[in-house]
């Protein structure tokens, strides 16, 4: 279990410790691919940063080097409709060699790779033909567990972005003009949190003499922007958005020590959350439209004028305040680090999957030339391609790093951007088709101007990386953390795909009722409890922890 | 007006089926057409219903895939809210239909009546151009209008001295707010239909009607409702084979945390359901059920018609 | 005809007004957000998220225009949608009035079970599997025709058009025609085509719209952007801007689309539906009253 936990962990402290040579750079792929010509046939989203993939320079230019012919079949990049496209092409017989991007979850991989045997398995592949990703998962070998099917075998490649402070996304954000106006110290407690919500609401910060000041907002649909889950962290481990928004998130966490899958909804630490959260409500700490409203009015909300709002969730300020247009309220909103509980818990969810996506590359039963697809894919798994794929030619959009330049540790950096990003279509490189491999050394590597200050548009990166390391880092969980990616048999899934969707609501909508008063924590909470527990909880938890011990338990 | 005595009749005086058909060959050309469409592109894939009682597997096909019985409708029908979904789902439609019904013809009528052309083909035109605002920018504009500190209709209450209101926050207020949000979108889109049987009506009638002494309320009611009462009844009825068919984008853009209680309809239950388990069985099942319903209630629908003298649709 | 002067009474007064009132309140609540929408999709991003747009464009920018346009597939897909709409709506017009012609006439024995066998389709469907072997297995995939046929005909609006059929084409009519050794097509063609001006303008344009707002086709139908009609390229466009949590790995991007995303659901919902609002005034034109007279009296 503790070497679990240390994997885990390592890409975190990476951040700290990095440094390398640029013969890790480079591909380590025999180039080209094959002596014949050889022609995949690659179902793919369409998208549309890319004018026309087919005429595309990195198509063309992978094309001369691999001697890999790519017929597209491309399909819409709207994520229900891909799905939905996946699922009528696989139903029709109709398989393509590669299915590159197309979204396929751990519930899809189970039905089409472990029961329909669609999908061709990759582990001797990988052995033999990709140099380049064996060694990747060799580096992170908390990785196999998460792109491995429940029949043990590996279906899909992932997509890699080990973006540093997205793994510590849970942050507060609150106004430190308004702080230094009432003369209050920056919170560290849940008790001090709450005086100063307090102090904000009675005393007038933004001056105009109404009672006009929002303490705490937060809106439905930003990222990591629930009013909620960050307070609730200092009573019990709760993982916030963790997933895709719009799927069922049934709040869990495993208890580090012994191994075992908690749901967040029954705990006692939950039910001291919910009466700090609503003694907070019912003050008016917490504004209303926080559960209802979206981004699109948390926006509004804060930038208007006077400035109303004292604190917010989110895991970055840039996401709803403008650090151009609006330098100045910009500037105001400093990130507090995890907030101490009454019983000592301190603790910020670590998100410590690097892999963004899994099944990012699926090659098919139907593929004639399986190891041309490998080789095909590996490559991509090495910086250097991965330079041509995201940004294009050498020289001309990037180059390797000079003698001096500084990457965005302060280090020496490894490569140069010479183009700006841009959401313009275009037809110079991928952006973010085919498979990405953002490692961290990649993200650090990048020069980066020195001494930048950081409240501002270009110091953007070096904030985040400052706020993280300094504020949430020390406070990442480590007695409860978070369940890695579970997944589950057919059978499973059926028993599971009701409780789940009943237990969520049920316990979504009590929530609220206990923050807002409507239901009593005193009184309610037992027959909550036992509610719970009648819609399946014990049955759900019992699924997790099988699934979870299938998955990770006596791993490394 | 007799019939033609060349036509044989059979014992009721009636004409004889066979003769008709022949005599009216031509009806049956036209109708072989579109029988032959539907044929193909509706009536071919039917075989798919039975995936509601299979589960499916791409490499054996639907007819190869394993039978698993009631099963999804078991799950359906055994779990908790199942019934509460499905009363979400009734209730709004219904709600839905009496406003949508209602008030597109109002709208219609007004328009019929108004002299000025240049004003009425305006007043169409802007009613009509809601219909094309995209469903995600629409639940967007209702969260604007309805927002507690931004919105304009909590600004009108703050100022006329009332407390702000958290409407998307109300599960008691979210069928109204989806309903009254469709008819301001589809209202103008609706009224098309009756605008057209409306010019339908005759002239002549209306001068008779005017002759008698008939004031413009009751051309209307006399003249103009009755004329087009078979179209006003057999939207009605049709719009009955639809309310298990609640559509699932708004609602679900709709949905949050506090009104889940009256926003779960079937739609957007299936639809977490398919996320959890990637299975064509339990949708088509749920659809089927929905079917059957639709079905019974058009039924009715159209023999209540039918005993008060309506056309209906058979 | 001779136009009566008819004096309004006092009770043709009230309605009056009660009827304009109506009016008024539907246009004014229906015009506000039509306007934002328009002033938005003409703002800067900054302004929209700031709430500063209210009737009028703030800080105009046509950068959401130029992000639409500058999609090289958005004219290929104004010319498909339009090809798919011209083509679409004709082939469903004959089919409906072949199939409402034949079931709005008493003669036509078992008119009730062509009309069940219609209705059923209304209700129950094979679902999406299936149909898709179907158009598969026509080979329509990858023709235009898998934009067209698979929605060519819809049973709501066919019945509408039968019951337009059996009210406003008086009986007399037919009989007579009968009489004078009129056939079927015949009748159809000269003497119930051109009355029924009205209901054929609005299936038309409900076909229109419904070929026009159509993506779903060309989403499982169709694997080649150049196929692809305005809608879908339209909703590609707008997953530029989308950002879905799950995604959220590529942080610096996330920030990049958030200001382009606000605009481009504007722009995209004037550039899809211009279109089909200017084709609405040539629609009205049919909606005139009295085109019955001559043809009762004739």
Redesign the interface.
Known sequence: MKRLLLTMLAVAMVATGLQAQKSEWLSKQPMPITKEKVTLKIFAP?I??I??ISANWFTKWYEDKSNVHVDW???????S?LR??LN?VI??G?LPDVFMNARIDANLETRYGVDEKLFMPLNDLIDKDMPNFKAYLAQNPGVRGMITAIDGKIYGLP?V?E?Y??GL?QKMWINKDWLDKLHLKVPTTTEEFYQVMKAFKEKDPNGNGKKDEIPLMGCI?S?QSYADSFLMCSFALDTG?Q???G?IELRTFLDAKTGRVKCLYDQPGYRDGLKYLSRLYSEGLIYSGSFTQKQ?QF??II??TPEVVGAFPN??S??VI?PV??NELYRHFVAIAPLKGPTGLRQSPYYY?GV??VNRFVITTACKHPEVAARWADAMYSCEIQQYRAWGEKGKAWDWAKKGELGLDGKPAMWTNFVP?????QNLNWQ?QGI?F?TALNRFGQTTKQGVDPYTAEG??TM?LNTTRDLYEPWAGKTQVIVPPLKYTTAESDDLQTILVELNRYAVDRKMAFIMGSASIEKDWDGYVKKLNELGLDKFLAIQQKAYDRQYAGKK | ?TV?SSIPRNRRGRPN?LA??V??W???A??L???V??G??????????Q?AFKR?SPSRG?AGSAWVGLKYFQIFFTSPSCWQVVWNTLSVSVYSIAINFFFPI??A???N??QHKGFR?T????????????T??MV??IMQ?LDPR?GIVNRIVVTLGGAETNFMGKPELFKSIYVWSGL?QG??YSA??Y??????????LQ?AA?IDGC???QRIWNVDLP?IT??IV??LI?SF?FVMSVGFEKVFLMQNNLNLSSSEIIATYVYKVGLINAD?GFA?AI??FN?VV??VL?VGANSIAKKMNQ?G?? | ?KK?T?YA?G??RV??VF??A??WF??V???Y??I??VAASFSSS?AV???KVWLWPVEPSLRAYR?VF???QILSGFYNSTVYMVLGTAISL???V??A???S?K???GG?I??????F??????????????V?D?GLRNTIWAMI??S??SV?N???TR??F???IPD?LY?AA??DGC???RF?NRIVLPLSG??L??IG?YYA?GNW?GYFNA??YL???RLYPLQ?VL??????G?I?????????????????A?LL??A??VV??VP??VL??F??R????????GA?KG
Request: include cysteine; hydrophobic fraction near 50%.
């Open positions: 369409q549309p940063e004018q026309d079949l491309l399909a819409p990049s709207e994520s409709a939905q496209k009528l139903a029709a109709d997509n972005n973006c402070h997205c996304s649909d990222w958005m997933y895709a928004f799927s699109d926006k509004q930038s208007g895991g970055a840039c996401v403008d247009a609006q999957d963004a996506t990003y841009s959401t313009e279509p973010q990405e953002q953007l990166e985040l | 007006m033609p089926a008709s058909m005599r009216h031509q009806l049956y036209m109708i057409l579109p029988v469409y539907i193909i592109f509706n009536y071919l894939p039917m075989y798919g219903v995936l499916f639907i109002a709208l009528v007004a328009l009546e108004t083909k007043a169409q035109m802007i009613t009509y151009a809601p219909y094309f605002i995209s995600v920018v967007g504009l209008v931004l301001w209202i103008g098309i239909i605008l057209a049987a409306l010019s339908g009506v005759s002239p002549e001068e005017i004031n413009r309320g004329s078979p179209t057999i939207m049709m084979g064509f088509t659809g089927l079917s639709n079905v058009l056309p649709l058979w | 005809m009566r008819v009474t009770a043709d309605l009056s009827l304009n109506f009016l539907w246009i609540v229906i015009a957000p039509l934002y929408v900054h998220i700031s709430g992000a500058n999609n090289g004959v089919l409906t072949l199939a012609y034949p079931l006439r003669e036509l024995v009730r062509f009309s069940g066998l219609f209705l389709t209304m209700l129950f469907s094979g679902g999406l599997i299936p149909t898709y072997l179907v598969k026509l046929l698979p060519a005909f709501w066919m019945i509408i019951t337009y059996q009210t406003a007399e009989e009968q009489l056939s079927d097509f159809l009205p209901i303008a609005v344009l719209v707002n989403l499982l694997d080649a952007s879908l909703r590609d466009i707008l997953v530029l989308n879905d949590i799950s995604m959220v790995k590529d942080f610096d991007e996330m920030v990049r689309k958030q200001g382009l606000d659901k504007y995209v919902i899809a539906s089909v609002m609405y005034p629609i009205q049919y909606f005139v009253k009295g085109v019955m007279i009762v």
